[in-house]
């Protein structure tokens, strides 16, 4: 069972950035960051498959960065220029990667982080 645990969530105002981190028990190949609101269904926000292969979601595309430091076995999400609808609860997962490669889907997700909650105030 591969654990994973995030930190680095808080509460900035509008137009500011803070770095999120998810560190795993183990590698893992495709991992994900998804994101949950009060009241909306989780999606997905970015992934990043172990060659380097990033994708996003249009939502936050030229926003955040997604990135790895296989060394440490950790995940990281940098969001910049936060608004607030970027705020809600972030979730590490990892998954399989599908026929289209390593793209977020809650469906397939192996594993779940317990989240870090992120507040943006306008």
């Known amino acids: 069972q591969v654990r994973l645990v995030e930190s680095g969530g808080g509460s900035v105002q509008a137009g500011g950035s803070l770095r999120l981190s998810c560190a795993a028990s183990e590698y893992t190949n495709c991992m994900a960051w998804f994101r949950q609101a009060p009241a909306k269904e989780r999606e997905g926000v970015a992934a990043?498959?172990?060659?380097?292969?990033?994708i996003y979601a249009d939502s936050v595309k030229g926003r955040f960065t997604i990135s790895n430091d296989n060394s440490k076995n950790t995940l990281y999400l940098r969001m910049n220029s936060l608004k607030p609808v970027d705020a809600a609860m972030y979730y590490c997962?990892?998954?399989?990667?599908?026929?289209?490669?390593?793209?977020?889907?809650?469906?397939?997700?192996?594993?779940w982080g317990k989240g870090t909650q992120v507040t943006v105030s306008s």
């Open positions: 997962a990892t998954q399989p990667e599908l026929w289209g490669g390593c793209v977020p889907n809650v469906t397939v997700v192996s594993y």
């Open positions: 990043f498959r172990a060659d380097g292969h990033t």
